[in-house]
């Protein structure tokens, strides 16, 4: 194996302090000098988070290998412009479930298997074989969660022992701690991060570099207080204060000097490569103009369900010299009559409907739908939202009143939208949508073509697709199926022609979109956008 560079990153004192982006960000002070691999080590038993509500744990992000991973790789890719793999998401569920699959077949011949050396053993070979496999120059680790977690132990000796494995010249362990400010004192308190650092040495791991997470970049006493206190170099305690957007974060660390640190602490040559990264980050503090966009959706009570889209505005809004203002519109009120649609969308020039499952909220996005149609304001449905604007078509346009979902109800008459038919009969929910990286094949003469031209590569997580026995009766109407797919009759994209924007996608163009290169329908949407509020009074 080359000589691969090892960057561990763990949390202390608190979850929620940002460690996929703080991954990210050093991730993005390498490349593309080097080929950055990042790994997510997260200790919950579920093998991987596609089963979980949102609100629970976040977004899922969908890798182009058809992997329902964690939220922090969409950071990881936003950041670093690559494609991640699934197997670069190692959760507690899959580690023991790989395990007790090995010891059934009797791989163990006869051990007893335990957490050492099994679990961790079993750990660190795949941290190995990802570095192998991926050729990488250097392997970001992040652990999830806190230290003290009973679920991240094993991750943490893995790392610990991996040291052995890979020698101390070779890895860095890099730990983030909450520096709180008592606003009676307004003092940055460093005991937390002390105590963290304590446990970290009680696990046999002694962190080179420790970023202060603070409502203000860390006072000189307060980096020499830690220097002293936790025995690294001063000019190794980096700040990390409060940002108004995550993409300035890479900037800060350059400011603090952490890419000369790493340069040190690994023997790696590692050059400033942020001035393309400076222009945009720029662009995004300093905009010309402002729109204002409503998400909706039903998991709007954690934005991180809709983190993807969120960032995919922000890239557009950064190549268009605009401010992205939000508005969240919680579908199930609307539906429910707490607030009436025109209430719900006054003021904006751009309406997003975002996916999700179920019944819940359906109706809510349905008016939605309609009110963005009839008032021509610039609408994209993604996953979820086309499969509901085609209902929506289907029912005030073809005249099928009865027109739904099957998902939505059984019983319906016309059931404008099925399960795709390998879906029917599956009863186990782990996995098995209709899920990454497919081909969409683009209609010539349509919106969906001045995009993508003939032929688009995009990522799905679906179970349910347009009828295909109702495709050409919602045609004759009007709506226009612009994209599908290779081979079959599953329809991928929507457009209307007599409407500033209304299109809408059965794949999640927001799980592509970089701030280098955002998506193409997102920046065509918010374009449209901000010509309508520049018509607005």
Same mark, same amino acid.
């Given at each position: 194996m080359k000589n691969t560079k090892w960057i561990i990153v763990t949390g202390g004192v608190l979850s929620g302090l940002g460690k996929g982006v703080v991954s990210a960000s050093i991730g993005r002070l390498l490349v593309p000098t080097y080929k950055v691999v990042p790994i997510k080590?997260?200790?919950? =038993? @579920?093998?991987?988070?596609?089963?979980?509500?949102?609100?629970?744990? !976040?977004?899922? #992000?969908?890798?182009?290998?058809?992997? *329902?991973?964690?939220?922090?790789?969409?950071?990881?890719?936003?950041? =670093? @412009?690559?494609?991640?793999?699934?197997?670069?998401?190692?959760?507690? !569920?899959?580690? #023991?479930?790989?395990?007790?699959?090995? *010891?059934?077949?009797?791989?163990?011949l006869g051990k007893t298997v335990q957490v050492i050396p099994h679990v961790t053993g079993e750990i660190r070979e795949r941290f190995k074989k990802i570095a192998r496999k991926a050729k990488a120059d250097v392997v970001l680790i992040e652990i999830g969660g806190t230290v003290g977690d009973i679920e991240n132990l094993w991750f943490l000796e893995a790392v610990r022992e991996l040291s052995a494995d890979v020698g101390p010249r070779d890895i860095v362990y890099v730990h983030i701690g909450l520096v709180p400010v008592l606003d009676e004192l307004g003092q940055q308190k460093t005991k937390p991060i002390q105590q963290s650092i304590l446990f970290m040495r009680e696990r046999g791991l002694f962190p080179q570099i420790i970023i202060g997470r603070s409502r203000d970049k860390l006072t000189e006493r307060t980096k020499l207080k830690i220097h002293w206190l936790c025995n690294v170099p001063i000019q190794n305690v980096i700040s990390d204060p409060y940002l108004n957007h995550v993409y300035e974060l890479p900037l800060v660390f350059e400011e603090e000097g952490l890419r000369r640190v790493l340069a040190r602490q690994l023997g790696l040559r590692i050059p400033n490569r942020l001035d393309e990264w400076k222009k945009l980050v720029n662009r995004i503090k300093n905009p010309k103009n402002a729109v204002t966009i409503a998400i909706c959706g039903k998991y709007t009570e954690l934005a991180d369900s809709y983190i993807s889209i969120e960032e995919a505005l922000v890239h557009s809004a950064a190549h268009l010299n605009c401010k992205v203002n939000k508005k969240w519109v919680e579908t199930t009120d609307i539906e429910r009559g707490k607030i009436s649609v025109e209430e719900a969308l006054k003021g904006v020039h751009g309406v997003i409907v975002a996916g999700g499952f179920g019944a819940r909220g359906a109706e809510g996005k349905i008016t939605v739908i309609r009110h963005a149609r009839e008032k021509k304001l610039p609408f994209l449905g993604l996953c979820y939202g086309l499969q509901l604007a085609v209902v929506e078509f289907a029912r005030n346009v073809c005249g099928l009143k009865d027109a739904n979902s099957r998902e939505i109800d059984p019983n319906t008459r016309h059931p404008v939208v099925d399960y795709l038919p390998e879906q029917i009969g599956i009863t186990?929910?782990?996995g098995t949508m209709r899920l990454g990286g497919h081909d969409v094949v683009i209609r010539k003469g349509t919106k969906a073509y001045e995009l993508y031209g003939g032929k688009t590569r995009k990522r799905f997580r679906h179970r349910n697709e347009v009828n295909p026995r109702y495709i050409k009766q919602i045609e004759?109407?009007?709506?226009?199926?612009?994209?599908?797919?290779?081979?079959?009759?599953?329809?991928?994209?929507?457009?209307?022609?007599?409407?500033?924007?209304?299109?809408?996608?059965?794949?999640?163009?927001?799980?592509?979109?970089?701030l280098d290169k955002p998506s193409k329908m997102f920046h065509r949407f918010v374009a449209t956008s901000l010509e309508m509020s520049k018509q607005s009074p």
């Amino acid at each position: 194996m080359k000589n691969t560079k090892w960057i561990i990153v763990t949390g202390g004192v608190l979850s929620g302090l940002g460690k996929g982006v703080v991954s990210a960000s050093i991730g993005r002070l390498l490349v593309p000098t080097y080929k950055v691999v990042p790994i997510k080590c997260d200790g919950y =038993l @579920n093998v991987d988070p596609g089963t979980m509500n949102p609100v629970e744990h !976040g977004e899922v #992000f969908v890798l182009d290998d058809g992997g *329902e991973v964690d939220l922090d790789f969409g950071h990881y890719e936003r950041f =670093l @412009n690559i494609g991640c793999k699934s197997e670069w998401n190692l959760t507690s !569920g899959k580690i #023991f479930q790989s395990l007790v699959e090995k *010891e059934r077949r009797g791989d163990f011949l006869g051990k007893t298997v335990q957490v050492i050396p099994h679990v961790t053993g079993e750990i660190r070979e795949r941290f190995k074989k990802i570095a192998r496999k991926a050729k990488a120059d250097v392997v970001l680790i992040e652990i999830g969660g806190t230290v003290g977690d009973i679920e991240n132990l094993w991750f943490l000796e893995a790392v610990r022992e991996l040291s052995a494995d890979v020698g101390p010249r070779d890895i860095v362990y890099v730990h983030i701690g909450l520096v709180p400010v008592l606003d009676e004192l307004g003092q940055q308190k460093t005991k937390p991060i002390q105590q963290s650092i304590l446990f970290m040495r009680e696990r046999g791991l002694f962190p080179q570099i420790i970023i202060g997470r603070s409502r203000d970049k860390l006072t000189e006493r307060t980096k020499l207080k830690i220097h002293w206190l936790c025995n690294v170099p001063i000019q190794n305690v980096i700040s990390d204060p409060y940002l108004n957007h995550v993409y300035e974060l890479p900037l800060v660390f350059e400011e603090e000097g952490l890419r000369r640190v790493l340069a040190r602490q690994l023997g790696l040559r590692i050059p400033n490569r942020l001035d393309e990264w400076k222009k945009l980050v720029n662009r995004i503090k300093n905009p010309k103009n402002a729109v204002t966009i409503a998400i909706c959706g039903k998991y709007t009570e954690l934005a991180d369900s809709y983190i993807s889209i969120e960032e995919a505005l922000v890239h557009s809004a950064a190549h268009l010299n605009c401010k992205v203002n939000k508005k969240w519109v919680e579908t199930t009120d609307i539906e429910r009559g707490k607030i009436s649609v025109e209430e719900a969308l006054k003021g904006v020039h751009g309406v997003i409907v975002a996916g999700g499952f179920g019944a819940r909220g359906a109706e809510g996005k349905i008016t939605v739908i309609r009110h963005a149609r009839e008032k021509k304001l610039p609408f994209l449905g993604l996953c979820y939202g086309l499969q509901l604007a085609v209902v929506e078509f289907a029912r005030n346009v073809c005249g099928l009143k009865d027109a739904n979902s099957r998902e939505i109800d059984p019983n319906t008459r016309h059931p404008v939208v099925d399960y795709l038919p390998e879906q029917i009969g599956i009863t186990h929910k782990g996995g098995t949508m209709r899920l990454g990286g497919h081909d969409v094949v683009i209609r010539k003469g349509t919106k969906a073509y001045e995009l993508y031209g003939g032929k688009t590569r995009k990522r799905f997580r679906h179970r349910n697709e347009v009828n295909p026995r109702y495709i050409k009766q919602i045609e004759k109407a009007g709506m226009v199926f612009s994209g599908k797919a290779r081979g079959k009759p599953i329809m991928q994209v929507i457009e209307l022609k007599d409407h500033p924007f209304f299109m809408a996608s059965q794949f999640h163009p927001e799980l592509t979109s970089t701030l280098d290169k955002p998506s193409k329908m997102f920046h065509r949407f918010v374009a449209t956008s901000l010509e309508m509020s520049k018509q607005s009074p």
